[in-house]
């Protein structure tokens, strides 16, 4: 998993694909660098961090937490981003699994 424990949290990465025709979180894969990623796409437009904002919020929703424990750390302007999570370390394992579950 893309997933990367912290004294703070996880550290996720994420690959993303904005102008999409819906949300989604679909799976993790592994870019050309060997690094694995989780794929993310969303509908919002590259600009003015419009896309990173709405990445933000469908991390926070798939995971049942607050947007505000969700930091854009590196690729602001990247389709790789690093995404630290605020969290204790008993729950860093909950909120990694529900990043796997199925996108309805």
């Not at 437009?45 to 926070?60: C, D, M, Q, T």
Request: hydrophobic share 40%; glycine share 8%; charged share 30%.
């Amino acid at each position: 998993m893309p997933t990367r424990r912290t004294p703070e949290g996880l550290e996720l990465r994420v690959r993303l694909t904005p102008n999409a025709r819906r949300d989604s979180l679909d799976g993790w894969e592994t870019d050309a660098d060997g690094q694995h990623v989780l794929r993310a796409h969303v509908r919002a437009v590259p600009e003015k961090g419009k896309a990173n904002a709405a990445l933000v919020k469908l991390l926070a929703k798939r995971m049942g937490i607050g947007k505000t424990r969700l930091t854009l750390t590196r690729g602001q302007t990247s389709r790789i981003k690093t995404i630290a999570i605020a969290c204790e370390a008993e729950e860093a394992g909950v909120l990694a699994a529900k990043l796997t579950e199925a996108d309805t």
